[in-house]
């Protein structure tokens, strides 16, 4: 488990248990996981100025992969 300052990326949860949560290797199927909202955050935004200071914008807009990462953003804002 990670120190008390950084939060995992990925933890498990059993639906129904009282007993906490679990971080590391998915042990089952009666598992669900779950994923830090800010973590995925970070990543889109990433994606974004990747695509904005390396890419060509007007190419990647026009595959659709600029204007689901301002989506996506925009719904994990508001969430």
Known sequence: MKNNMEAPNEIYIQP????GWFEGNKPNDNF????R???LLEW???HKRVIE???DERDAYSRGE????NTL?????SM
């Open 37 to 39: 909202k800010d973590a």
């Open 73 to 77: 953003i925009d719904k994990l804002n």
């Open 53 to 55: 200071t390396h890419g």
């Open 32 to 35: 669900v996981e779950y994923i």
């Open 44 to 46: 889109a935004k990433e």
């Open 16 to 19: 129904n248990a009282h007993d």
């Open 66 to 69: 600029y204007s689901v990462l």
